[in-house]
């Protein structure tokens, strides 16, 4: 089964609570087991990478009841139900959400916006944002996600909206904000100049020149997609070559066949998508700028501690 969103989990939180102190790693244990998840369950991750998504729900499930007064934090990293939420559970509730935290005064008082806005019809838009099923670290890397995959798309239409050269241009930016090549203009002579038929360019692996990379670039529609033919072309010309190394650059997509037959050459050949091109563009800085940065900070648990 699926790892229940926060809301879900407050119910459980608060009974592990109930029987004593215990931490977010001991409760995740204890959910898991009563949940039945399976190993890859419980170890998946948020899509940041930073922590495992359970644990995650957890925490927030934790804090938005401490805010309500139903869970206390005794200690670093430690937390237990208060006497209210004790109360609470006494009522035998068949689900704690944000709607039910609503009701008590300490939750809508942490979300108030300011000392006029006293009510719950005049709330802020948090309280709607927590109402998600999705924690906040989810939302921000959803709509990161988002953002993300709309800078791709809008990447390979303004590409597709200029000339050839320009496509060459990306290339060459590309590759030498990855560490490849030497300056500028020597990589710019040897892309697109190597005069062989299925060939468009070589560039130096490093800047010393040691090894060399060829490249195949094709700016195809999206719908038109780099069959097996022409990466077979692409491959003879490695062969006839001598080369051992290359990479095939779309701004569309390669079939299912012409990836299945790269991945037994002797030659290492490296298939770059438009999808693929538009995600090495964004990390690498190539037709993109940096818009705004935002930190967000967590409580120091070190500051407070006493040892």
């Known amino acids: 089964m699926s790892i229940p969103d926060y ?63 139903l869970i206390d934090i005794p200690s670093r990293g430690r937390f ?28 809508v008082e942490f979300y108030s916006k300011s000392a006029d806005q006293s009510t719950l019809n005049e709330a802020p838009a948090s309280i709607a944002a927590a109402a998600s099923d999705s924690t906040p670290e989810e939302q921000i890397d959803a709509a990161h996600g988002l953002m993300h995959a709309a800078l791709k798309a809008e990447l390979l239409q303004r ?35 190597s005069g062989d038929g299925g060939v468009d360019g070589v560039i130096d692996e490093d800047r010393l020149g040691l090894d060399r990379i060829y490249v195949q670039a094709k700016r195809y529609a999206a719908h038109v997609s780099v069959g097996r033919p022409e990466v077979q072309g692409f491959v003879g010309s490695l062969v006839g070559l001598g080369a051992t190394k290359g990479v095939f650059v779309t701004t569309s997509s390669f079939s299912s066949h012409a990836i299945e037959y790269v991945k037994h050459l002797p030659q290492r050949v490296i298939l770059v998508d438009g999808a693929r091109l538009g995600d090495l563009m964004v ?25």
């Open 80 to 107: 237990c139900a208060s006497a209210a939420g004790r109360n609470f559970l006494e009522q035998n509730p068949d689900r704690i959400n944000v709607e039910a935290l609503k009701n008590f005064p300490e939750f």
């Open 7 to 69: 809301q879900t989990l407050m119910l459980p939180v608060l009974e592990i609570a109930a029987a004593g102190e215990t931490r977010v790693p001991d409760a995740a244990e204890k959910i898991a087991d009563r949940l039945g998840l399976s190993i890859a369950e419980r170890e998946e991750m948020l899509p940041s990478g930073k922590q495992r998504l359970l644990h995650n729900r957890i925490h927030w499930a934790k804090f938005y009841m401490n805010k309500a007064g």
């Open 283 to 307: 990390e690498h800085d190539v037709g993109v700028r940096l818009n705004r940065t935002i930190f967000f900070k967590r409580l120091d648990e070190d500051f407070f501690s006493d040892e």
């Open 159 to 193: 590409i597709h909206s200029q000339t050839p050269s320009f496509f060459e241009k990306v290339i060459v930016d590309l590759l030498l904000a990855m560490g490849y090549g030497g300056t500028h203009e020597q990589a710019a002579l040897k892309l697109g100049k």
